[in-house]
C-alpha cells in the first residue's frame, strides 16, 4: 500500500518536473523539444500573446505545407524563410505532430 502511493507521488511529481502536458498525444512527443525553439516568437503551445501568428489549433497538414512554403521561398515571410531552412522534412513533420496534437486537448 505504502509502495503504490510512493509511487503514484513519483510519477505525477515526475510529470510536473518534467513540464510535459500530461494528455499530450504520444504522437505529439518526439516534436516537443524540436517545438521549444518556436514557442519563443509563437507562444507556449504555440498561443501566440502577441503579434506573431499563433500555431495552436493549427492543422498538421496546414503547418506542414506552410512550413515548405517557407522554406522554398514560395510563401513571404520576413523571418520564417530563415527559420525554416533550418529543418529537414522530418523535423517538420515532427513539430506539426506536436502543435496539432495538442488541439486534442481542450482549450483553456
Ligand atoms: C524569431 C521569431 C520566430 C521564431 C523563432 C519562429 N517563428 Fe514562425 N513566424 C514568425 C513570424 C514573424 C511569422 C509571420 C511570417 C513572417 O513574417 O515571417 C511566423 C509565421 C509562422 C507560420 C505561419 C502561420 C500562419 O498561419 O500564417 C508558421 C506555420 C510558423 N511560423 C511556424 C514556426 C515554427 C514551426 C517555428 C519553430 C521551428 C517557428 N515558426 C519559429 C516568427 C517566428
Avoid: Q, W
Avoid at 27 to 51: D, I, M, V
Avoid at 74 to 84: G, K, L, P, W
Amino acid at each position: 500500500m505504502r509502495i503504490k502511493s510512493l509511487l503514484c507521488t513519483l510519477a505525477i511529481l515526475t510529470a510536473i518536473i518534467a513540464g510535459v502536458p500530461m494528455s499530450l498525444h504520444p504522437a505529439g512527443k518526439e516534436g516537443l523539444l524540436l517545438s521549444l525553439s518556436c514557442t519563443s516568437c509563437h507562444g507556449t503551445y504555440g498561443l501566440s500573446p502577441g503579434a506573431i501568428p499563433t500555431l495552436y489549433g493549427k492543422s498538421r497538414k496546414y503547418l506542414i505545407k506552410t512550413l515548405i512554403e517557407f522554406r522554398n521561398g514560395d510563401r513571404d515571410s520576413t523571418i520564417m524563410e530563415r527559420i525554416a531552412k533550418g529543418y529537414t522534412e522530418n523535423d517538420i513533420r515532427l513539430i506539426a505532430n506536436y502543435f496539432s496534437s495538442l488541439t486534442k486537448k481542450k482549450k483553456k
